[in-house]
């Protein structure tokens, strides 16, 4: 990818760093020169991420971070301000699901009511579900109203959300996932509208299938096969295919560019071998 020298010296702060998408979209950010902050709530993670940056001769701090939690977001902006000043590019990846805001079986059958070894939609607990939401939601939306203030009229200011397949289509077995996900989509086009005439251009990318740390048990048995789940998946994948880290990096260089995307803004942008146009038929 060519070397994108106007993005050299800006500020990166990505929550959920450590993760395997996001620590990918870190370390591409780095080779354009850009400061890297991960904040990640088990600080020692995202310290693994900086490190690694630092040895390939990149500038990267790791602060432990709630993203639910304001005066923890606001200490962190301390910490990224004293260090490298304000953030140039905000990547809210920080996100998850919970056992407690899923379902065991895609639908319901009556017999599932009298079996306690199976959870359907009245086992799931307002908690759970307001775990999820708020991982998701608030932890997208706190980092927002913290960072933006200090990037408003700043040139190349952008903000990155990530969404989800299971935004536009629910997945199942997972309820309140993928509402906490459909709020995403519709949080980033109130966002861009918001923020347009100060300059902070807001979109979102939605990866496709790709197998993390979160997803692997769910998707791969111990010995690396498919699990049925993942069957289905790549049956309605017409690239046939997980996706890869490195498949996201395109779209967030030209997201994060205001030379390439400078007139885009208020979008999702689907990075998923086909699936959202795929019917099954």
Known sequence: MTHLKHLQGRTAV????????????????????VNIVILNRTEAKGRKVAEHIKQCGGQAIALGCDVTNVQSVIEAERVVIETFGSCDILINGAGGGHPDGNTSNEVLNIHDLDNPEVKTIYDITREGFQHVFDLNMLGTWIPCQVFSRRML??????????????SPRPATKVPAYSASKAAIDNLTKWLAVYFCDVGIRVNAIAPGFFLTEQNRKLLTHADGTLTERSKKIITHTPMRRFGR????????MWLVDEQASGFVTGITVPVDGGFMAYSGV
């Open 14 to 33: 990505i929550t959920g760093g450590s993760g395997v998408l996001c620590q990918a979209m870190a370390l591409e950010l780095a080779k354009h020169q």
């Open 153 to 166: 009229h700043k040139e190349g200011a952008v903000i990155i959300n990530i969404s989800s397949m299971a």
């Open 245 to 252: 880290p490195e498949d996201l990096l395109g779209t967030l």
